[in-house]
Structure formats: C-alpha cells, structure tokens
C-alpha cells in the first residue's frame, strides 16, 4: 500500500490559525492518538485515519508516552506509520508528545521532576523513530516537583533539539501564569496549553482562557467531543466497538446516560444548522479565536470526514447560542 501524499491536501480543506503569539500555525482540527491507535487497535485502520488527515491539511498529530494500550504502543505504531508513509513530509508535520503519567515503575516513572520528563522524551523519541518532536508538553501539574524544575527541563529540551517548543497541559490558571514566566525568563516560551475543553466541560471558561490569551499562549481543546458523548454514538444505545463498549476505553459506560438528554436536545440545534452534533460541538469550540486547535479523536475516517466538515459552518446566531446555553446550564 505505497502513499502518496494528496497534491491537493492545503487546497482549502482545513483552516490555519497562529498559536498565541507565536511564529507557529495549527489547523483548526488536529488528530489525537490516544485510543484507536494502540497494540490492541486495528494497525491499518489507525493508519488510514493518519493518511486521510494529512491529504486534508490536518497537519498536527498529537500523542503522550502513555498512549496505547499497553502504553508506549501508540507512539510505536504512529513511529512504523511515519517511516512507511511520512519520513519525506516531516517538515510539513507537527509533531507533539508528553510526559507526566506513570511509564516505568520506581520514583522517577511519572510526575514533573526533570529526571523523567527528559528520560521520557528519550524513550519516545525512540519509539517514534524520530530526531526530534514539535511540541514537548508536561502533561499534567505535579504538585511536588518545584514549577522551575518542571520548566527547565522542557527548555533543555529545546535547548537540546529534541523539541522545537514546550507546552503545558491541564495547568490551572494560576500555575500557567507562573509556568509562563518562568519559561519567558529561561528564553522558551510557552507555545501551548492542551485542556480539556467540550460543550460539556467548561472549567477554561473561568480564567485559563483569558490567562493564555494576555501571555500569548495558544490553546489546543482536547476531548472536544466529551469522548464522543457529544456525537450521535450514543442517541439510542451503546454499540458494539465504541469506545464506551471496550474494556480499555476511558468513556465508562456509566457515563453515557447522564449525558444522553443533552446530548438528543443539542442533536435537534445540530440538526436544524445542517450539522451532525459532532461538527456543532466543534464549530461551537472554534468560534472563539483563542482556540487555536479542537484536537480530535476518531475511530475511523468515516467519522474524521464528518469532523473535518464542522468547518463549512462556525457561525452561530445568537438565538443559537442561548438555546445551546440553556441545554447545557439546564439540570
Ligand atoms: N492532555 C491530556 O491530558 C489529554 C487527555 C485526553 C486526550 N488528549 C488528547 O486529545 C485527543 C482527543 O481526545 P478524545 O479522543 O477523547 O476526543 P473526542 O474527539 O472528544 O472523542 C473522540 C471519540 O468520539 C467519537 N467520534 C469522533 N468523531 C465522531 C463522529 N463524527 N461521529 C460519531 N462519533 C465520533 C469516536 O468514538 P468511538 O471510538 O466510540 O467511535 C472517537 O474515538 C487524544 O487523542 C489526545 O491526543 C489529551
């Protein structure tokens, strides 16, 4: 199965947007890798999802150490798919990967000191068959290492090269402020902060969004799709293979019955924009510009084309938006 990238591919399928104030540009929909990309998942599949994304101007794939299962097997995987498929595009990709979550057992497999977040980039460096990665992101606040520690390993590694920028993700307001300046003063500033962000989970709205917009840090959405709650999987029941169903998947299954009122009310506003529920929820992301990216899941290229097309329509009336907001705040 030779690839030949599609000569068409930044033809008007996908939107660029700067990342804070930044030299660097994201498409509006990136594609993460943490389920469906695993040792347990369908290589070819996986495979097919990175092909259809890059023909269509998806130029950001986004991945952590513990991507899998077993954690590691996502970067694996992507590292074989970028040989095969990618090697000569590597300068037209971006690239990230994190470390935070437990890897290797003992005190120096997880959290923020500078012993694992370097030992980690290694290691995915490694997997991934790679140079070097874009973003290098701490994935997630360690409430024992020092913030400098934690900081001045991600500019050793840019210094180094094994990165080109350093992100932080799941960060609390008051810590990016800190982390940001911290970062500025050491000569790397923070490209990026990776929350979770979704109709359904809202905590950005607070003061992260207008933190990273005055320290000119980009922010990339994940989990746009509240896992796929917000997509019609779910409207009638929970089938076989979704990510809910599998044993592995983090969408626990008790999950889905809470969600599923709003979920079928937010369908009938998707319906009458034109739209699935899954390209509202992510135009309803990207209306605001300080979002620079929705980073995406999906478990086919079915459902990566519907996504992709959220674009055709970002614009809500404000009788849209109150009739959204009074789903989402209603008990
Ligand atoms: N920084 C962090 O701590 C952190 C944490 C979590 C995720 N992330 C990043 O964010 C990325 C995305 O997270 P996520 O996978 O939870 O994102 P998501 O976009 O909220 O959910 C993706 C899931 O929604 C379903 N889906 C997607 N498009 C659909 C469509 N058009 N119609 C119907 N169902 C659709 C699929 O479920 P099925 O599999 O059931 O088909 C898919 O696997 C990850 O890959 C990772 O890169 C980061």
Not at 45 to 54: D, K, P, T, V
Not at 281 to 298: E, H, Y
């Amino acid at each position: 199965m030779y690839y030949t990238a599609s000569p068409d591919r930044y033809n008007n399928h996908c939107e660029y947007r700067r990342c804070g104030r930044s030299g660097l540009k994201l498409p509006v929909l990136s594609l993460g890798l943490w389920h469906n990309f695993g040792g347990v998942d369908f290589f070819e599949n996986g495979r097919s999802m990175l092909r259809y994304a890059f023909d269509h101007g998806v130029t950001h794939f986004d991945l952590a150490n513990n991507y899998g299962p077993p954690p590691g097997s996502a970067e694996e995987n992507f590292g074989a798919i970028f040989q095969k498929d990618f090697r000569s595009h590597r300068d037209e990709l971006i690239i990230s990967t994190k470390a935070g979550y437990l890897m290797w057992p003992g005190p120096y497999g997880e959290w923020g000191s500078r012993k694992y977040l370097l030992s980690s980039l290694v290691q995915s460096l490694k997997r991934m068959q790679l140079n070097y990665v874009d973003i290098f992101y701490s994935h997630r606040p360690d409430p024992d290492t020092p913030l400098e520690e934690t900081m001045m390993a991600l500019d050793q590694a840019v210094r180094s090269g094994k990165a080109l920028y350093a992100g932080i993700s799941n960060y609390p307001a008051d810590m990016t402020r800190e982390a940001a300046a911290i970062l500025r003063s050491l000569g790397t500033p923070c490209l990026i902060h990776q929350p979770k962000y979704s109709m359904f989970e809202r905590w950005v709205e607070n003061e992260l969004l207008d933190t990273v917009e005055k320290e000119g840090i980009g922010v990339i959405a994940f989990s746009p799709l509240a896992q796929g709650l917000l997509t019609d999987r779910y409207l009638n029941d929970i089938p076989e293979g979704s990510r809910a169903s599998k044993s592995w998947g983090f969408l626990k299954p008790e999950q889905v019955a809470p969600a599923i009122g709003k979920a079928k009310a937010l369908n009938e506003i998707a319906l009458q924009r034109e739209q699935s529920l899954a390209q509202m929820a992510i135009a309803w992301l990207l209306k605001d510009q300080r979002v620079t990216s929705v980073l995406i899941g999906a478990s086919s290229v079915e459902q990566l084309e519907n996504n992709l097309q959220a674009q055709k329509n970002l614009h809500f009336n404000q009788d849209q938006l109150n009739a959204i907001e009074a789903i989402l705040k209603g008990g």
